[in-house]
């Protein structure tokens, strides 16, 4: 069974850093493009980050340029979310989604929900003072 765990979320204040961990079970996440993706209250789910299978090609929202950065350990089937100079308007539940085992050789990788087909259940990132 496909199942996808995040982890590493919590309350930091504006500035602070955290790295969150998407694991998976049921498959090798390396064949797989893996997105982050975030819903704060009364908002929309919008994509933050993404890894294609192709290595190398990442891609982010305009919003955490220059701040988050996306990576992937084959060895460890996992991949993460590293998150610095935090603010408060990054405060959601964040979520990791993979595409099916064998697709996301995107060369531009893709933001958008629907591309994914596994979702986590989301770890909560709170950023306030």
């Known amino acids: 069974q496909v199942q996808l765990v995040e982890s590493g979320g919590g309350s930091v204040q504006p500035g602070g850093s955290l790295r969150l961990s998407c694991s998976a079970s049921?498959?090798?996440?390396?064949?797989?493009?893996v997105g982050w993706f975030r819903q704060a209250p009364g908002k929309e789910r919008e994509g933050v980050s993404c890894?294609?299978?192709?290595?190398?090609?990442?891609n982010y929202a305009d919003s955490v340029k220059g701040r988050f950065t996306i990576s992937r350990d084959n060895t460890e089937n996992m991949v993460y979310l590293q998150m610095n100079s935090l603010k408060p308007e990054d405060t959601g539940l964040y979520f990791c989604?993979?595409?099916?085992?064998?697709?996301?050789?995107?060369?531009?990788?893709?933001?958008?929900?629907?591309?994914?087909?596994?979702w986590g259940q989301g770890t909560q990132v709170t950023v306030s003072s």
């Open positions: 049921g498959f090798i996440l390396s064949t797989s493009a």
């Open positions: 989604a993979a595409t099916h085992p064998g697709t996301g050789n995107w060369y531009y990788p893709s933001l958008s929900a629907t591309a994914y087909n596994y």
């Open positions: 890894i294609s299978v192709i290595a190398g090609r990442t």
